[in-house]
Nanobody
Framework: QVQVVESGGGLMQSGGSLRLSCAAS????????MGWSRQTPGKERDFVAR???????NYADSVKGRFTISRDNARNTVTLQMNSLKIEDTAVYYC?????????WGQGTQVTVSS
């Protein structure tokens, strides 16, 4: 059983910063990838960022240069530092952990960016 739990998020003005954290737990020794996706009402869930167990990170073009993903393998946690937030970053952010080809998702956390 793998569990993924997010924390952080909330309301921030445009140009501000927020940090999201995620912890994965279970009987799996390691999680190949951990990352974040986001979703707005009526739209599909979109990729935001991911990081491998070796620390290699990938970002969506829309967040490159503004968001930074980091990972603590010992604790199976991942953090998304979001800077220079834009109104279009408003969404529910979901953390996931990839284990043996299966994505395990958290419950999501709301991020709202106001003008």
């Amino acid at each position: 059983q793998v569990q993924v739990v997010e924390s952080g998020g909330g309301l921030m003005q445009s140009g501000g910063s927020l940090r999201l954290s995620c912890a994965a737990s279970g009987s799996i020794f390691s999680f190949t990838f951990m990352g974040w996706s986001r979703q707005t009402p009526g739209k599909e869930r979109d990729f935001v960022a991911r990081i491998s167990s070796g620390g290699s990170a990938n970002y969506a073009d829309s967040v490159k240069g503004r968001f930074t993903i980091s990972r603590d393998n010992a604790r199976n946690t991942v953090t998304l530092q979001m800077n220079s937030l834009k109104i279009e970053d408003t969404a529910v952010y979901y953390c996931y952990a990839l284990v043996q080809g299966v994505n395990y998702w958290g419950q999501g956390t709301q991020v709202t960016v106001s003008s």
